[in-house]
Structures are given as structure tokens and as C-alpha cells.
């Protein structure tokens, strides 16, 4: 019997580069997990510039990471979004520059929900049911805040630009930063620490809970109940300033004001001062215009009143004098007739004389004699009509004299000083005082010595 001779050799483990066993693992998992159908709820959504997007799958703790090329995402039905649960079709392939595994999704579908937009969608319906979205609720910011809080991260960029801008509009203000958290465990809690600590010291006129965009998930610190009810209980009023312009939040809702981002939200709250002040001079040059002309017109119709009055005053001495003219020639007229009739009864009477004085002298020369009496009473009618002219002329003429046409004839005169005030007085002249004087024929200026 012939025997065959075994040679023993040890067992030799196979030895691999990283590339090596990168490469082996690459093909493993390409053959052995092609064409699968997952179902999950998307995080963290990220649209890179190539168009990729990357994102992961989530089922309670686990995550699986995920990329869809552009050329698949063009294809999509409706848009993922974070917290939409879909279902993805595609392979699990290796990154061999990070040694990571991840699923390529060729086409996704949503299939329902996700877990964290249930929570959302359920706790916005309870708060808007309680009357915590509506707008009568709000309160009013106040319009020139000198004073502002801030419930965010100390580092970022969110702070940073925020800062930037209150400095650019409106470097008077006063800023306190409460520390918190924005994502992640103790975040919510933080927060609301935050809003009750401003609340509770009345320090600032208006507070801003901010952060940055992301993900539903690294946003739900601002979705929780705890801060919605925080901003509500708030005895200042809140800005809520979280994510980008298509994020919202629950704190969105139930803020008294939702900046689309963090810089919005200064720019919003922050009064510009120089425009203020551009706005304040324009308002002044306007007001100073208006108050030249109201007091033109003032000074106009001051002007015209001591005018109308001086003239109110003139026509009623006038009138007062034209009274008393119109009393004097009443009795003047009644003298005169008087006198008439005293001459008539005279002439009756030295008529009846003569005829006395005719009888006597019957036996005289009647002839003479009556000559002689009719030459003595003629000359002696002559005199008493003379005298009684000469009255009449002088009558005449104090009528003439007291006319009111003709006050400034008889030297009156209407004194001014340089602003159109009447004067009274001397003492409303000081020397060298300038004076305007109005007489019958004109004015002239005079100054005082």
C-alpha cells in the first residue's frame, strides 16, 4: 500500500490594501442590495449646486444616508421636503473617498406624512383652536425700540449680521444677547428660559428668538408647545426670526411678528436714523414755510384791521359830526324864521304906526312927512336886514367848516409810525423815530427830534 505524503502548510490570512477591501466591498454591496424599495421619512434635505440632493431616510433611530443625482431628481413627481415620508427605489453603493455606504435613489414617491410633520401639523391645529394665531392677539411693536433682546446662539453668523444691521441703521441701540441653544437636546428648554428671563425683567421694549435655516428636525426646537406658549406669555412683545423666508415654525404663528429671516428681522425693528433724520429735515424746511406765511398772512391782516379800524373810527367821528351839523342847521333854520317873523311883526307893527303917525299929520305936509318916514324906515329895514345877513354868511360858513368831506381841509391829520401804527401819543414815537403824515393833499414823512 502506497502511501502519499501530505506537506502542511499554516493558514496565511489574505492580506488587502484600504483600496483593496474598499473595492470588495463596493462589489459586495452593489450585487447584493440592487434594486431595493425603501421606505422612510426625509431629513436634513439638502440641494447641492450640482443639483444632487443628499438627504436621509429615517425610521425612528436609524438613519440611512442618501444621494439622488440630478438626472433622476429632474424626474420626480413632487418635490421632497423635510419630514415627507416617502418611498425610495435604488441601490446601496460605497463612497470610497469616506468609506461610507449610502442608498442611491433613482426615483422617490411620497407615501404619506412623517412623524415630525404629524407632530407639527397637530400641534398647530391644537394652538389654532386656542386662538393663539389670531391676529387681534398680536401686539403691536413699538415703533422707535430702544432696547432689544435676543434669544440666540452667541457665535454665527445669524448674530453677526444681525448685529451689523442695528449698527448700520441705528447705533443708539441697546442690545442684550441671551445664550441659548437653537438645535438639538436642551434647545427648546433654553429658549424658553430666554423669553421668560426678558419677560420677567421688562428690560427690553421688543425680544427676537433666531436662528439660521435647516432641516423640519433642526428646526423643531421652535415647533415645540413649551416655546410657542413662551412667546405667548411673554409681557413684551416677540419677533420670531427662524430659518429662511419658506421655513416656518409654530413660534412663526403665535409671534407678534414674523421677519422672513434673522436680517429681516433687524431691518424691520431698527428705525433708520439717518433716513429719520433726512425725513425729520425735509418736515422742518416744510414747517418753516408754512409758519413765514401764516405769519405773513397774520402780519397782512393785522395790517388791514388797524386799517379798517383807524377808517371805522374816522367815518364814526364823522358821522357824530355830520349830527351835530345836521342839530346846528335845524336851529339855525328855526333862528332864522324866527327872526323872520320877529321882522315881519316889526314891519306890521311900524306899518300900523305909520298909518297912526299918517292920521296925526293930517294937517301937516302929508306929502314930506310921509317921506320923510318912508326914508327913515327903509334905511332903518336896510340895517336890520344887513345885520341879519351878515349872520346868515357867518351860519354859512361854520356849515361849510364842519362838512365831513372836509375834516383834513380843516388840518387834521393821520400820524403813523414805520409799521402802520396809529399814534396817539408822543410817547409812542422815540426820537428819531421815522413817522408817516397823511393831511388833505397827501402824506409826507417826518421824523421826531
Excluded at 48 to 67: I, M, Q, R, W
Aim: charged fraction near 25%; charge should be positive; aromatic fraction near 6%.
Amino acid at each position: 500500500m502506497e502511501q502519499i505524503g501530505l506537506e502542511w502548510q499554516p493558514w496565511q490570512p489574505e492580506k488587502l490594501s484600504v483600496k483593496q477591501i474598499t473595492s470588495k466591498l463596493k462589489r459586495t454591496l452593489r450585487d447584493g442590495f440592487s434594486n431595493l424599495y425603501v421606505t422612510g421619512e426625509v431629513s436634513g434635505l439638502k440641494q447641492a449646486a450640482s443639483g444632487h440632493l443628499y438627504f436621509n431616510l429615517k425610521e425612528e433611530d436609524t438613519v440611512l444616508p442618501c444621494a439622488m443625482y440630478r438626472q433622476n431628481s429632474r424626474l420626480l413627481r413632487a418635490p421632497l421636503r423635510d419630514g415627507m415620508m416617502v418611498e425610495a427605489r435604488g441601490s446601496i453603493d460605497l463612497y470610497e473617498p469616506r468609506g461610507a455606504y449610502q442608498f442611491i435613489v433613482e426615483s422617490a414617491a411620497p407615501v404619506g406624512i412623517g412623524a415630525l410633520q404629524q407632530a407639527f401639523e397637530a400641534l398647530k391645529k391644537k394652538l389654532a383652536a386656542e386662538g393663539l394665531f389670531e391676529a387681534s392677539r398680536k401686539r403691536e411693536l413699538p415703533r422707535f425700540p430702544r432696547r432689544i433682546g435676543i434669544v440666540t446662539s452667541p457665535t454665527g453668523a445669524v448674530i453677526q449680521d444681525m448685529l451689523n444691521v442695528f449698527q448700520r441703521r441705528s447705533r443708539g441701540l441697546e442690545i442684550q444677547i441671551y445664550p441659548s441653544l437653537v438645535q438639538g437636546a436642551g434647545s427648546a428648554q433654553q429658549l424658553c428660559e430666554g423669553l421668560e428671563y426678558f419677560s420677567a425683567s421688562g428690560w427690553p421694549d421688543l425680544v427676537v428668538i433666531a436662528r439660521g435655516g435647516g432641516s423640519l428636525e433642526d428646526l423643531w426646537s421652535f415647533n415645540e408647545e413649551a416655546v410657542a406658549r413662551a412667546i405667548v406669555a411673554s409681557s413684551v412683545p416677540v419677533v420670531s426670526a427662524v430659518g429662511h423666508e419658506t421655513d416656518f415654525t409654530i413660534a412663526d404663528f403665535v409671534a407678534d411678528l414674523r421677519a422672513p429671516t434673522p436680517s429681516a428681522a433687524a431691518e424691520m425693528i431698527a428705525p433708520d436714523v439717518e433716513a429719520l433724520l433726512e425725513r425729520l429735515a425735509i418736515l422742518d424746511r416744510g414747517m418753516q414755510r408754512s409758519m413765514q406765511f401764516l405769519l405773513t398772512q397774520c402780519r397782512e391782516r393785522i395790517f388791514r384791521q388797524g386799517i379798517d379800524k383807524a377808517q371805522a373810527l374816522l367815518e364814526r367821528r364823522l358821522n357824530q359830526a355830520s349830527q351835530r351839523i345836521d342839530e346846528a342847521d335845524s336851529r339855525i333854520v328855526a333862528g332864522v324864521k324866527l327872526r323872520f317873523w320877529s321882522l315881519k311883526m316889526a314891519w306890521q307893527k311900524h306899518t300900523l304906526e305909520l298909518f297912526a303917525l299918517d292920521r296925526k299929520m293930517i294937517f301937516m305936509d302929508r306929502r314930506n312927512r310921509i317921506l320923510a318916514a318912508q326914508v327913515a324906515m327903509r334905511n332903518r329895514m336896510t340895517a336890520i336886514l344887513s345885520q341879519h345877513s351878515l349872520r346868515l354868511e357867518s351860519l354859512d360858513g361854520q356849515l361849510r367848516q364842519l362838512n365831513p368831506t372836509r375834516i383834513l381841509d380843516r388840518g387834521f391829520a393821520l400820524v403813523r409810525t414805520e409799521d402802520g401804527k396809529l399814534v396817539r401819543s408822543p410817547r409812542d414815537l422815540r426820537k428819531g423815530a421815522s413817522m408817516t403824515i397823511r393831511v388833505a393833499k397827501g402824506e409826507f414823512e417826518a421824523v421826531k427830534k
